[in-house]
């Protein structure tokens, strides 16, 4: 379709019909960040316990490092809504994320006194931030036939700036680094406190659209047909 538009406008052209993406996620950040991509995905919240799925997936040795820890939890977030009517017809995306310190796998801190003792570890230093991404192919569910799937890893490095005590009081008390992976976000009030990142940006968000972009091809789906806003 061609719409002929005022001199000095963008002419748009679109050549396949608008596939349908369902975010396995409840998160604010990924939402906006797929709608400042242009996709407006359909949201359904996958209900999966995070803690049951990485301690029976470690007992059975599937998790050995961060890296894995989050691809067996986005996969688990994708695969958790497949059957349910929103998500029919359309591709899924499930993600996790979580920051990798000193060794350990930091996830989200629930009560300040943790946030606040992580950021005073953390303040001044850096640490490795692991999204993962699983997407699956619903777009025409089969009986008893596994649906297309595929997944990946991306990691950015964080550089911490190095706080002051008043800061890190400041900052926990506004709750904001309690509820996200690793005690702080790049799209709020902790952008101010990151120094600098090493690789893509989107990660540290929770969702990489260049992650998003490669697994949609992979599955045969042209990236711009997700564009719906």
Same mark, same amino acid.
């Given at each position: 379709?061609?719409?002929?538009?005022?001199?000095?406008?963008?002419?748009?052209?679109?050549?396949?019909?608008?596939?349908?993406?369902?975010?396995?996620?409840?998160?604010?950040?990924?939402?906006?960040?797929?709608?400042? !991509?242009? %996709?407006?995905? $359909?949201?359904?919240?996958?209900? =999966?316990?995070?803690? *049951?799925? #990485? @301690?029976?997936?470690?007992?059975? !040795?599937? %998790?050995?490092? $961060?890296?894995?820890?989050?691809? =067996?939890?986005?996969? *688990?977030? #994708? @695969?958790?809504?497949?059957?349910?009517?929103?998500?029919?017809?359309?591709?899924?995306?499930?993600?996790?994320?979580?920051?990798?310190?000193?060794?350990?796998?930091?996830?989200?801190?629930?009560?300040?006194?943790?946030?606040?003792?992580?950021?005073?570890?953390?303040?001044?230093?850096?640490?490795?931030?692991?999204?993962?991404?699983?997407?699956?192919?619903?777009?025409?569910?089969?009986?008893?036939?596994?649906?297309?799937?595929?997944?990946?890893?991306?990691?950015?490095?964080?550089?911490?700036?190095?706080?002051?005590?008043?800061?890190?009081?400041?900052?926990?008390?506004?709750?904001?680094?309690?509820?996200?992976?690793?005690?702080?976000?790049?799209?709020?009030?902790?952008?101010?406190?990151?120094?600098?990142?090493?690789?893509?940006?989107?990660?540290?968000?929770?969702?990489?659209?260049?992650?998003?972009?490669?697994?949609?091809?992979?599955?045969?789906?042209?990236?711009?047909?997700?564009?719906?806003?």
């Amino acid at each position: 379709m061609r719409r002929n538009l005022r001199p000095g406008l963008f002419v748009l052209w679109q050549t396949e019909r608008v596939t349908r993406l369902v975010l396995a996620s409840t998160s604010p950040a990924r939402l906006a960040l797929l709608r400042a !991509g242009g %996709i407006e995905p $359909t949201t359904i919240s996958p209900g =999966v316990d995070e803690d *049951a799925v #990485a @301690e029976r997936a470690t007992s059975m !040795g599937l %998790i050995n490092s $961060t890296a894995e820890m989050v691809h =067996v939890l986005a996969k *688990a977030k #994708a @695969e958790a809504v497949i059957d349910h009517p929103d998500a029919r017809g359309a591709l899924i995306i499930g993600c996790d994320s979580s920051l990798e310190f000193d060794g350990e796998a930091l996830g989200k801190p629930h009560e300040p006194e943790v946030a606040k003792a992580r950021w005073l570890s953390m303040r001044g230093r850096a640490g490795t931030l692991y999204s993962g991404h699983w997407l699956i192919d619903n777009r025409e569910p089969q009986p008893g036939v596994a649906a297309p799937a595929a997944g990946r890893v991306s990691s950015s490095i964080v550089h911490f700036a190095d706080l002051t005590d008043r800061e890190v009081d400041a900052y926990v008390a506004t709750g904001e680094p309690l509820k996200v992976a690793g005690a702080f976000t790049i799209d709020g009030l902790g952008g101010a406190f990151l120094r600098s990142i090493e690789g893509d940006a989107h990660t540290v968000i929770g969702l990489s659209l260049p992650t998003l972009r490669e697994l949609v091809r992979g599955l045969g789906v042209e990236y711009t047909s997700l564009w719906n806003r």
